[in-house]
């Protein structure tokens, strides 16, 4: 009776370890099939992290004013984050999207980024377009510890752990510009025409001061349109009386449809005025109309018909995702690098915990071969990028007239 009871115990207890090593089996095929460390080794503080994915967050405004600006931006944020999962994702992990609408409204930016760092634990965070909602959107990055990958030429005078900035600043984009234009154009005498916010009011204050100070030149009018406005009349007819050398611009968002027919039609065109507009890519120029803006420039690090072998790949792929007419523009192009860039920076940090990323992106050896061209984050988390003066043609594509030499970052110049 014992020998029984004994061998039907060790049958259990055979049949015990065989599941058990199947188990384990599948657990270690499981970790294999992911690719990558386990998570408690590359997420230690909560994030949405498992062994097989890592959820991130797209914030942009899908509907209001903005929309017009921000579609390229998310849909290339998009593009980015499926070639990186076809490539295995980052840390043997797909990437997941969580996408929140900003909708052109900066309390809700800063709502829905609460949501995603707090409800959703994304990893990162990429979004935002206006220099107001980054600035709604700052706070709660700062509190939570988040990451943010911020793609839209600004301002400067800003620098955060919690922002990673692929666009360029102002010393970059604006005093490059204005450099360009006073030489090429002699250009002596400018009215500056903005939205009413942050970003216009920040980067005329900078341009009037460069300007005067700089380029020993005049700025004979200065004007700002609430956002979203659509009527221009007045400022038309002042810059009619002024005869500036150059109307210098950052109009944004669907009010520039409005802003560039209404000049056309009075007679104000590239054939006679010198335009120089710091917010206008290929994604506006769809709503705008080439036929609008014929003649007229604009001071970007990137346009859709940069001649290169990379960005040809670039828009190969771009329109075969979203569509043959779909525009690209430089906050579009700058926006795909984010997902690139972060993924360097966590591979090379072995973790997606926000303060060993951001060490790893302060290192100042990651560079990536963008459409644009090579470009280098540098430890103030801005990009040491080149600037470009393209020429808009009656198609909405711009002919590039200017490259620059590499500028490297400086978001807070002296005497500004």
């Known amino acids: 009776m014992k020998q029984k009871q004994f061998a039907i115990e060790s049958k259990t207890s055979r049949r015990m370890l065989t599941a058990l090593s199947a188990a384990m089996l599948l657990a270690l095929a499981g970790s294999a099939s992911a690719g990558g460390p386990p998570t408690a080794k590359v997420d230690a503080t ?21 929309a017009i600006s921000e579609t390229g931006a998310q849909e290339a944020e998009k593009l980015a984050i499926s070639q990186i999962n076809a490539m295995g994702g980052v840390l043997g992990r797909k990437i997941k999207i969580v996408q929140e609408d900003g909708a052109s409204d900066w309390p809700t930016f800063a709502e829905k980024a609460k949501k995603l760092l707090e409800e959703n634990h994304v990893a990162a965070i990429f979004g935002c377009w206006t220099s107001a909602s980054r600035k709604a959107v700052l706070p709660v990055l700062e509190r939570d510890n988040g990451l943010l990958y911020y793609p839209t030429f600004y301002e400067g005078l800003e ?11 102002a010393t970059q984009q604006v005093f490059a510009g204005l450099d360009w234009v006073a030489k090429t154009k002699h250009a002596k005498t400018f009215y500056l025409i903005g939205s009413d916010y942050i970003w216009p009011r920040t980067t005329m204050k900078l341009a009037r001061e460069y300007i005067t100070r700089v380029l020993h030149g005049t700025v004979v ?22 005869h500036p050398d150059v109307i210098y611009a950052a109009v944004v968002g669907g009010s520039n449809v409005s802003w560039f027919k209404q000049l056309k039609a009075a007679g104000i065109t590239g054939k006679s005025q010198t335009l ?3 917010s206008v890519t290929e994604d506006e120029a769809k709503g705008i109309g080439g036929e609008n803006l014929v003649g007229f420039y604009s001071a970007m690090k990137y346009f ?5 072998p990379e960005n040809q790949k670039f828009v190969k792929d771009f329109h075969a995702m979203w569509g043959p007419t779909a525009p690209i523009g430089d906050v579009t192009q700058a926006a795909y690098e984010g997902p690139w860039l972060w993924k360097m920076a966590v591979e090379k940090a072995g973790s997606f915990d926000t303060d060993k990323v951001v060490k790893a992106e302060e290192s100042g050896t990651i560079s990536f071969d963008a459409p644009e061209g090579m470009i280098y984050l540098e430890p103030n988390h801005h990009l040491k990028t080149r600037l470009r003066i393209g020429e808009w043609r009656p198609d909405g594509q711009a002919d590039i007239v200017y490259t620059s030499p590499y500028i490297m970052p400086n978001p807070f110049p002296k005497g500004y």
């Open 46 to 66: 909560g994030l949405a992290v498992t062994d097989t994915d890592v959820t991130v967050g797209i914030l942009h405004s899908s509907t209001g004013t903005m």
């Open 159 to 169: 620098q955060s752990k919690n922002v990673v900035y692929t666009g360029q600043e």
């Open 221 to 242: 009018g200065e004007e700002y349109a609430a956002l979203g406005s659509t009527d221009f009349g007045s400022t038309i007819n002042k810059i009619r009386l002024k």
């Open 276 to 278: 120089l507009t710091l």
């Open 304 to 308: 859709e018909s940069l001649n290169t």
